[in-house]
């Protein structure tokens, strides 16, 4: 069989997998099935109980469900808060928010010391593994990259299979110090040997904070302003966790359920959020807005920008999917906090980066969009930017490669993740097997030549 019959036959052979795989969608309202586990109005199936996070996006007013301007909550905290807290002194807080989400209390002073110390003496790889592991097969897709070193960190563990708290922890802490500089060594290598590029492999230094050590790191100079820092750093807190439905997490419970050690569970969760509907979605709004760039003539003029955000939702620009990324969520409605608070710290960058232009088209497509999205589509809630319309902006102007978008998503996400998968193994102890009804019909079997 040469390459264009083996072609042909696979073509063949996916006909038959869409052929036999369909199931009819009135099936799924005769049997009450929910599918994607949300309702019509895009509630999920309540499948736990956590005590890590809670989304506000709805208010209960004389027995009806009313949407509501959207809070996040980080163990009982606003979000608003933790970040004001840390905007207030000039510090950054990914650390701080990190030990909140993994133990439940703000640390006190001495505390947060200790816990810095702990998360810089983690902030090690194994002998080599550098070259022996990061270095071969680089690919494009960081997100598999990442996966590959987790996954193979595994190997350097002697206490891998161990789900006991204090071994889970140590563990945790280990992939939340080093993942950056999984994330930015695999660049590195991809850039050299995929691009010809130049390679830096910048050892972090145990005095800075986690978004210092990314710059310092990602940059051939290792410089950065505080300004910089402090804005990535605001990026990974507001990244670092949204409650135990969203995809990744939700996985991250599943995976450990199953008893699985903690390698194998965060590489599960990984996988899920390099989906472009999950931790991809920043990328797509950046290469969207790109797209509208190269087809607007004039982008101060409302008028062409809406006409554009028109077609993309009639299937007639950009990917012709009919999406406007970075528009709606699956639970906010009026607002995304994350996305009301990051835009004031997006605009102080944008001015002192020359970006002023293009933080105006962001403005303008952010008070467009939900206007035709409620014009042209029928929709249950209201529609507002999330995150990810400003995280890809960000990421830009502080010239980090689209490679590394949703990678910068997992590096902050992690701390989530580890807090939930600690949650599951304290209070359940049952593997999550949710059911699934069977509409197959039963058939006698026919001997090979009489098919």
């Not at 510090?91 to 810095?116: A, H, N, V, W």
């Not at 509208?292 to 999917?321: G, I, P, S």
Request: glycine share 6%; hydrophobic share 35%; net charge negative.
């Amino acid at each position: 069989m040469n390459q264009n019959e083996y072609a042909a036959k696979v073509e063949q052979l996916s006909g038959y997998c869409m052929e036999n795989n369909q199931i009819e969608t009135e099936l799924y309202q005769k049997y009450a099935v929910l599918r994607g586990l949300r309702d019509k109005n895009g509630n999920g199936v309540v499948a736990g109980l956590t005590n890590i996070s809670r989304i506000d996006a709805s208010k209960i007013v004389d027995g009806q469900k009313l949407p509501c301007e959207g809070h996040l909550y980080y163990r009982g905290y606003d979000i608003y808060d933790l970040v004001k807290g840390t905007d207030k002194e000039q510090r950054c807080g990914f650390e701080e928010i990190s030990y909140l989400l993994l133990f439940g209390e703000l640390p006190t002073r001495e505390q947060l010391m200790d816990f810095k110390n702990v998360l810089a003496k983690s902030r090690t790889l194994p002998t080599n593994f550098v070259r022996d592991v990061i270095m071969k097969a680089p690919s494009a897709d960081m997100m598999n990259s990442l996966s590959k070193s987790v996954l193979t960190l595994a190997s350097y563990d002697n206490d891998v299979a161990d789900v006991s708290i204090p071994n889970v922890l140590r563990q945790s802490l280990m992939l939340i110090s080093v993942m950056p500089m999984l994330a930015v060594y695999g660049y590195h290598a991809y850039n050299h040997y995929e691009r010809d590029g130049s390679m830096y492999i910048h050892r972090p230094d145990e005095s800075l904070s986690t978004s210092e050590n990314i710059l310092r790191m990602l940059r051939p100079d290792t410089k950065y302003t505080d300004l910089e820092a402090h804005v990535l750093d605001l990026a990974l807190i507001l990244h670092m966790e949204h409650g135990g439905g969203n995809n990744s997490t939700f996985t991250t419970h599943v995976v450990t359920s199953s008893g699985t050690d903690t390698y194998s569970t965060v590489a599960s969760a990984l996988s899920s959020l390099k989906g472009p509907k999950h931790g991809g979605a920043n990328i797509k709004v950046v290469q969207m807005m790109d797209d509208l760039r190269q087809n607007v003539k004039d982008w101060t003029d409302q008028d062409e920008v809406e006409n554009y955000l028109k077609k993309l939702l009639h299937k007639e620009a950009f990917d012709r999917k009919g999406l406007i990324y970075g528009m709606g969520h699956a639970v906010y409605s009026l607002s995304d906090p994350r996305a009301e608070i990051f835009k004031g710290f997006v605009e102080k960058l944008a001015k002192a980066k020359g970006r002023d232009a293009d933080y105006a088209l962001y403005s303008m497509v952010e008070t467009l969009a939900p206007q035709i999205i409620s014009r042209e589509r029928r929709i249950y809630k209201g529609v507002s930017a999330n995150v990810d319309f400003f995280s890809g902006f960000v990421y830009s102007m502080l010239d980090i490669p689209p490679e590394l978008f949703t990678p910068m998503f997992a590096i902050a996400r992690i701390v989530g993740w580890s807090a939930h998968r600690m949650e599951e193994l304290i209070n359940m102890d049952k593997i999550i097997r949710p059911a699934y009804i069977s509409v197959m019909e039963t058939r006698g079997y026919k001997a090979l030549d009489e098919r």
